[in-house]
């Protein structure tokens, strides 16, 4: 997501989660007063039906599956919600397609995790003119007015985590290196993961990237990256992969090359690197999330700009423009916490 997107409400998905009302006055009234003025908070108690479109990019990848995945339970949990996702593709021209489809539908809000933001920008335009919300998910349209609210997740803050967990790791160590595997790099979130990184390693003088390669977010382009970067760097202390899911393929050519001495820090959360960092099996040692249930979250929001309500836990009467999600570092330490959040 873009860099300014970090201006945005930064809420871990629990916060704005169904179930919790909320309690905090909005005037200098008495609180019972303000209580029949202020607009009530979403909850799961059933209210107005509300339809919900969704359109998303193919899930030919872990995270994306459970993007779809966490959307759909999350629709199913509320009895005055009707889910009308469109088949998820790749393609500009058919999710445009499939957008126009539910905008003729009439659904009442439209949440959409775009495959490429810029692109669908104007389909956003034409939803919001047409008198249809949107929550734009995830990958962020070129213009806050093809969208009422996005959610998403913090790429560049996921760098800096990540270099942050990898600094304080190798602080005390003369002549640190370390190595990056990117994701694609004609994205905009890859270049942000790179830049948080990057600006975490400044703070730590005797730590040096000494490589970087960009792989495709897939377990065959992890491996082979992950394998040129091994035989073209005979020593390192660390590697932080961008995505889990090529990171299947980066212990794979680790364990080919029989290589060791290092740590590696992953990305997104998926369970398979969550069961290696819980076992203390391999070099992976943590993990930076990037968590689907941001999907779910969009739902609830969706749900609650229908119903005309604000979000449990803030004291404003509408839903906020942008929330950011938090990437927590997740080890040793923390892992039974969130574990149970893995995806597959």
Known sequence: MPVTSRRGLLFGTAA??????????????PEAEASTTARAAADDKPGKHVTIGFAGPQADHGWLNAINVQAKQRAESYSDVTFVPTEGSNDTAVQIGQIDTLINKKVDVLVVLPG???????????????????INLDRVFDTPQAYRCWIGGDNYGMGLNAGRYIGEKLKDKPGAKVVELAGIDNLELT???????????????????????????????GQAKMAQLLQAQKQFDAIWNHDDDQGVGALRAVDQAGRDGFLMVGGAGAKSAMDHIKADDSVLKATVLYPPSMAASAIDLARALGQSKGVSGISEAEIPTQIAVFSAVVDRSNIDTYLPTGFN
Do not use: H, W
């Not at 692109?119 to 956003?124: M, S």
């Not at 942000?192 to 960009?214: E, H, M, S």
């Open 191 to 221: 270049r942000q993961r790179t830049q948080g990184f990057d600006d975490a390693l400044k703070t730590y003088p005797n730590i040096r990237k000494v490589a970087r390669q960009a792989a495709d977010f897939t377990v065959e382009s």
């Open 16 to 29: 704005i989660g169904a179930g919790a009302v909320l309690t905090a006055c909005t005037s200098n009234e």
């Open 116 to 134: 490429d933001g810029k692109a669908l920008t104007q389909a956003g335009l034409k939803a919001m003119r047409a008198g249809i919300p949107v």
